[in-house]
């Protein structure tokens, strides 16, 4: 391969070269370039490839075995250790059955709570709003290691009926779908990418600017009122969308 630098431009203007060189690199491992359990090409055929610092090379290096993708040793190199595919267990449900089930063995923090709120942005314009919301912002996390962040923001009727044992233990989407006199006549969800910004950073624990799936939910009830907002943000490098279309 010939040799290229990296040169800032468009989005990557300020972006730091080690970050940028880190993406390329999971990007070899993550399309099989790199083989799993082979040793990588040293830090100076790197720097020279990509016509940078041998510490620039170091700290990308760095930051892909922080994540636990490679493994270096002294007088021997740096060796593949696993795909960052592999990190891909938390699925997006595409159907209704899967809207209602918490991936296995999560944790959820309540981070904060409101009355007598309203949502700032509704993505869906179907149904009327509800008088007021009760909202709460959860973090979930598997393992210790965060990789969910919503807000919800639940008609007032209903929120009232929510215990925190609920909160602790089931998607918004369940305990709704499970509220006794409640019935969802509708549930739209819109998907997008976005990128970390500093506070998203520092409550899923991932570098700036660093891929975020954002999941937009609306749930209507039978009388045509928004009875659910959701705006929830997945860590990229936990998230997968399977959708299969049967003829």
Same mark, same amino acid.
């Given at each position: 391969?010939?040799?290229?630098a ?9 972006v730091?070269?080690?970050?940028? #060189?880190?993406?390329?690199?999971r !990007?070899?491992?993550?399309s099989?370039h ?9 830090? +100076?055929e ?7 610092a041998?510490a620039t090379v170091?700290?990308?290096?760095? #930051? @892909?075995?922080e ?6 040793? !002294? ?11 592999q990190? #891909?267990?938390?699925e ?13 063995g999560?944790?959820?923090?309540l ?40 807000d919800a ?9 929510i215990?925190d ?12 779908k499970?509220?006794?006199? #409640?019935?969802l ?9 976005v990128?970390?910004? +500093? ?6 624990? +991932?570098? @700036?600017?660093s ?5 937009? !939910? ?6 045509g +009122? ?16 399977d ?5």
């Open positions: 391969m010939a040799d290229m990296i040169t800032p431009h468009g989005n990557s203007a300020g730091a070269r080690y970050s940028q #060189l880190a993406t390329i690199f !990007r070899r491992i993550e099989g790199w083989v799993v359990g082979e040793r990588i090409p040293t830090v +100076v790197l720097a020279e490839e990509w016509s940078v041998p170091r700290q990308a290096l760095g #930051l @892909l075995e994540a636990g993708l490679i493994e270096r040793y !002294r007088a021997k190199g740096t060796f593949v250790r696993r795909r960052p595919q990190d #891909l267990w938390c997006v449900p595409t159907d209704w059955n899967g809207l209602l089930l918490s991936p296995p999560i944790e959820v923090e981070l904060s709570s409101d009355v007598a709120a309203q949502p700032p942005y509704v993505e869906h314009a179907d149904g009327t709003p509800a008088p007021s919301y009760r909202h709460w912002r959860r973090r979930h996390s598997r393992d210790g290691r965060p990789y969910y962040l919503g923001y639940i008609a007032e009727r209903w929120a009232a009926r215990t044992e609920q909160l602790a233990e089931n998607t918004t989407l369940r305990m709704l499970e509220m006794p006199g #409640l019935h006549a509708t549930v739209h969800q819109t998907l997008t990418i990128m970390a910004d +500093v506070e998203l950073s520092s409550d899923l624990d +991932v570098p @700036l600017n891929p975020i799936a954002r999941l937009q !939910r609306t749930a209507v009830d039978a009388e +009122v928004v009875v659910f907002v959701g705006d929830g943000m997945y860590r990229g490098d936990v998230v997968r969308l959708i299969s279309v049967h003829s």
